[in-house]
């Protein structure tokens, strides 16, 4: 069984277009986050979600906004895609106050041209 | 705030070679350190891990001791292989909050 699963794994979309990126946990954790991560590779923490409360909400373009529907999934939508857009998304979940490890999804690859 | 400073790389190493990363790391509490790994093509996946000074993490040959008095947590591995070529990232979460910290990643490449 997948701990933590994002679909869809490639995203290929036009300048303009709207997106969501689903994830989703079955681990019973209760904090969930997205991750941004460069072509650089570097990890850029978006948003997390603790018990479907917002409680990271990074310097992020209001185009991007994320909603859970319950504790063990946490979407990613995506209006007005630009070009700067294109990276690898994470989604990932932990548990909150147990200074555990996170867990981490396969990513979402999305190329926007 | 809390941070990570990670080796920058790209790292190149012949098969058998030593291997250490360096990283140090910046916390207002007393967090938790992490190692992690990324494969090609992959997500990221935990390879060891510390919760409190003078832990050693290990894992697969990897190792890394929680240091608090040098505030470093340095990743070795005495004989690396060519499966361990990957990009590894340094971490560190705090006990409140629970946001984690990510280094910029160091890539390793392992040739025959």
């Known amino acids: 069984d997948t701990a933590v699963s994002q679909t869809p794994k490639y995203l290929v979309t036009q300048m303009g277009n709207d997106k969501s990126i689903k994830c989703e946990q079955n681990?019973?954790?209760?904090?969930m986050y997205w991750y941004k991560q460069d072509s650089k590779k570097f990890l850029k923490i978006m948003f997390s979600?603790?018990?479907?409360?917002?409680?990271i909400n990074e310097t992020v373009p209001n185009r991007f906004s994320p909603k859970s529907p319950d504790k063990a999934h946490l979407n990613l939508h995506i209006n007005s895609l630009e070009l700067g857009d294109s990276a690898v998304y994470f989604c990932?979940?932990?548990?909150?106050?147990?200074?555990?490890?996170?867990?981490f999804g396969q990513g979402t690859r999305l190329t926007v041209v | 705030g809390d941070s990570v400073t990670q080796m920058e790389g790209p790292v190149t190493l012949s098969e058998e070679a030593f291997l250490t990363i360096n990283c140090t790391y910046t916390?207002?509490?007393?967090?938790?350190l992490f190692w992690y790994v990324q494969y090609p093509g992959e997500g990221l996946q935990l390879l060891l891990k510390?919760?409190?000074?003078?832990d050693k993490g290990s894992n697969k040959g990897f190792e890394a001791t929680y240091r608090k008095e040098t505030t470093s947590f340095h990743l070795e591995k005495g004989s690396v292989q060519v499966s361990d070529s990957a990009v590894y990232f340094c971490?560190?979460?705090?006990?409140?909050?629970?946001?984690?910290?990510f280094g910029t990643g160091t890539s390793l490449t392992v040739i025959p």
């Open positions: 990932a979940s932990s548990q909150f106050d147990r200074n555990t490890e996170a867990f």
């Open positions: 681990l019973g954790h209760d904090t």
């Open positions: 979600y603790n018990n479907k409360e917002l409680i």
């Open positions: 916390a207002t509490g007393y967090p938790s």
């Open positions: 510390a919760t409190k000074a003078d």
């Open positions: 971490a560190l979460s705090e006990v409140t909050g629970n946001q984690f910290y």
